[in-house]
């Protein structure tokens, strides 16, 4: 235990902070938890404990019994998820601690699977994956649909890039707050409608699709999948609101008053990072890469279309 320490601490200290991290969510979950979802995590408080235990003494780690601040911090935050949006958000969370934690385990299982402690380390993935794959992962009583999240959150993000950048040009272009509030709004309005109607065009060919492979399969016998499809109009709905909903963040500042680019990058910065957050979270990403590159990319739009406003000023000569 001692040479593995010595050569891979910094693994080591993830791991059992990490499950650490669990078990301390999973026991706040747990006391605003009712019905099954309290017996859910009461299995799963069971197995962290086992889990905190085995990777301490695998890695030698047993004084290692503290959160460092940014997990406290995060901690916090879920917890808080919890408590406001009740059952749906906790299924939420324990599904995206479950992503994130088969990822990290697989990364451990290429590590020392051909090592003398391989069978140590496969049994205990064997029981994270299974155990925790029935609890969570095959709980039949679903408070929200995850995907439904996802699409909200990816609206949100793809309102903010889009309109930050639109905002951008017209600030170059016009150098007027009123046109650029009227300009802005027209966008994200316009957005909203044409991403709510691709959801829906898009729902309604995947339902015709299924129906028909539906009938197919009664056709030969088959059977068939009693999952509902998801209705169009619900889909149009969530995309076309949380695009609207991340279009109106950078228009607030202007709407507010501010006479420059710079507070509206800034407000959308901001949330951004929080929507990047989130997003990867929910997903199973890895969080920093993720806000890393949409800070990036985001960056490159608002370069791009305050140079293409202002091209388009010198070229065209607008004024207003």
Same mark, same amino acid.
């Given at each position: ?84 949006? #009740? ?32 069978? @140590? ?33 990816? #609206?949100?993000?793809? =309102?903010?890039?889009?309109?930050? =950048?639109?905002?951008? =040009? ?71 609101? =949380? ?14 008053? @501010? ?20 997003? @990867? ?27 293409? #406003? ?11």
């Amino acid at each position: 235990m001692a040479t593995i320490a010595a050569t891979d601490a910094r693994l080591g200290r993830q791991l059992v902070l990490d499950e650490i991290f669990d078990l301390s969510l999973y026991r706040a979950l747990r006391d605003v938890a009712t019905g099954d979802l309290r017996r859910v995590l009461d299995e799963l408080i069971v197995v962290e404990t086992r889990h905190v235990t085995f990777w301490q003494e695998f890695f030698g780690l047993d004084e290692v019994t503290t959160l460092d601040p940014g997990r406290r911090v995060k901690l916090v935050m879920l917890i808080a998820a919890g408590r406001l949006f #009740g059952p749906s958000g906790i299924h939420v969370v324990l599904e995206a601690i479950e992503v994130h934690g088969i990822r990290k385990y697989l990364r451990v299982w290429d590590r020392y699977k051909d090592g003398p402690l391989g069978s @140590a380390v496969r049994q205990i993935l064997e029981d994270e994956f299974k155990h925790e794959d029935m609890v969570v992962s095959g709980e039949n009583d679903r408070h929200i649909n995850p995907d439904k999240v996802r699409n909200v959150f990816l #609206g949100l993000n793809d =309102g903010l890039v889009e309109i930050l =950048g639109a905002v951008s =040009g017209f600030f170059a272009a016009f150098r007027n707050s009123t046109a650029v509030l009227a300009a802005g709004f027209t966008v994200a309005v316009a957005g909203a409608l044409s991403m709510a109607a691709g959801a829906y065009i898009g729902a309604s060919s995947e339902r015709e699709v299924r129906e028909t492979e539906d009938e197919r399969r009664r056709f030969l016998g088959e059977a068939v999948s009693s999952q509902a499809p998801e209705s169009p109009t619900a889909s149009a709905l969530v995309v076309g609101t =949380g695009y609207f909903a991340g279009a109106v963040v950078p228009i607030l500042p202007v709407l507010f008053g @501010a006479a420059g680019l710079l507070p509206t990058v800034v407000t959308a910065g901001a949330t951004i990072v929080a929507v990047s957050a989130i997003v @990867a979270f929910i997903s199973g990403m890895a969080i920093r890469r993720r806000i890393v590159l949409n800070v990036i990319i985001t960056g490159i739009a608002v370069v791009v279309t305050y140079a293409i #406003g202002l091209l388009a000023k010198a070229v065209w000569g607008i004024a207003i």
